[in-house]
């Protein structure tokens, strides 16, 4: 059979306040469902078109005579999806058409019931793709297959049995990286300061483990990696040599140099991280890599072990400083749990960059203040702020649902997930992001950050390095792009 797998085009909301997120790699949850599919005796091919044109997708579409399309919905990307389907539809009226992603996982029902598709893979896709692949190449019924959605002879949603989850993901082969031309990702931004090339080529993101043990609740994750199970969440990890060969081979294969590793939480378990980093330390591997993480997931010993194997930054979760603010979204920290992490991290000699949330439930100008006395005391190497957001799934969601803020039916808008206004404006929001920014800053910048937090403070002008848009209230009203973005 022949089967392509899509990630669709990239959905322009700039006219809308949100700036596009550009990937720093290839779609690596196509890429992990390719080799199984070929083990099967089946043609696999992987199409990323986040940077194609309409008529680069049909071409695409008109490639071949396709048995079966896969397309990967994240909630951002939802109506590119959706409208790749129509034109899958038009195009391949033959094709079995089958969603998977995020977005689907976590609002199965809606997009069943309201997008043109015949089925759903609900959750982690590598074992239910190939399971629905085989019972569509043998004619057996879809409904036997665990771990989709469907619809039924009435047209209603029905699911099929759960899936278990993967739990040793070192029976999964690597990613399908043959299958891009990985040249065509950007630099990992994360990694600038230490190449002299702008246009470098050397990063890359990998994976080393599935799911997070926490429940913050502005994210879904631990719902993702376990939907419909009776406990949600859990941690997987993929042991110390398999890490390493995949690092190795695309270090010695690939000429990659830098690596994200994008887990949700990376040092969960500190004799594997501790494994990860003696294994690169006995293969020779010349790299630098970045991880995120928990405040409450470091030691000073793991962290000397993580300096020693080339780690160059650490991402703390950090969201805010008071107290009562991290109370309410169940982050499960407290603010001495930050300052010694940043403290440890910083003995290490690794890079800090502290990952702040403003606008959470709870957040005023006392939080805002104990986040601006943790910047000047703790001087992380980097901070990145940005306004919440509320996305589905989440207990923010129900929690902005019950206030009467939205509903289900804005995700079949085109409209980009919303930011968290039931508490405080936008406007009020962007200015605490620009005080904690401008509490970052030096030398010139600083006084740049001044300037700008007194223009933004003053009008409805919201300047950044790329855009500058104009606001009224909380009513995004004009975007102008600068040169270069």
Sequence with gaps: MEILLINPPMYDQRNQGTSPVFPYSPPLGLAYMAPNIRALGHDVTLADMTYCSKDQVMTKLREKDWDVIGICVLTEQRQSARALCTDVRIECPDAVLVLGGVHPTLL???????WDCDAIVIGEGETTICSLIEAISRKTPLGSVAGLALRDKDGRCMRTASRPVIENLDVLPFPSYQDFDLNAYKLWTVFEDATSRRDSKESITIITSRGCTARCSFCSTYIVWRPGQKSPGGWRGRSPVHVVDEIELLHKDYGKTF???????????????????????RRKLDILWDCETRVTMVSPSMLKWMKRAGCHSVAYGVESLGDWVLKRINKGIDPEDVYRAFKWTQQAGI????????????????????????????????????????????????WARKQ???????WLTDKPAPYNTVENSFRLMK??????????????????????????????????????D????????????????
Excluded at 259 to 281: K, M, P, T
Excluded at 470 to 485: F, V
């Design 431 to 468: 200015r605490w992001e620009g005080r904690i920014l401008e509490r970052h800053a030096t030398g010139f910048e600083k006084l740049l950050r001044k300037l700008r937090l007194t223009v933004e403070e003053n009008t409805g002008i919201s300047i950044s390095r790329k855009w500058i």
């Design 259 to 281: 690596f994200n590793i994008a887990d949700d939480l990376f040092s969960v378990d500190e004799e594997r991280v501790i494994g990860i980093c003696q294994e690169i330390i």
């Design 470 to 485: 104009i606001y009224r209230g909380d009513d995004h009203l004009w975007r102008l792009t600068l040169p270069g973005a």
């Design 108 to 114: 199965t029902r809606q997009v069943a019931d309201n």
């Design 351 to 398: 890079k800090s960059r502290a990952m702040l949330m403003i606008g959470n439930q709870g957040e005023d100008e006392d939080s805002i203040n104990a986040t601006c006395d943790f910047i000047s005391r703790c001087r992380p190497d980097t901070v990145q702020a940005s306004v919440t957001k509320i996305f589905p799934g989440t207990a923010l969601y129900h």
């Design 404 to 410: 009467g803020f939205i509903d289900d039916a804005y």
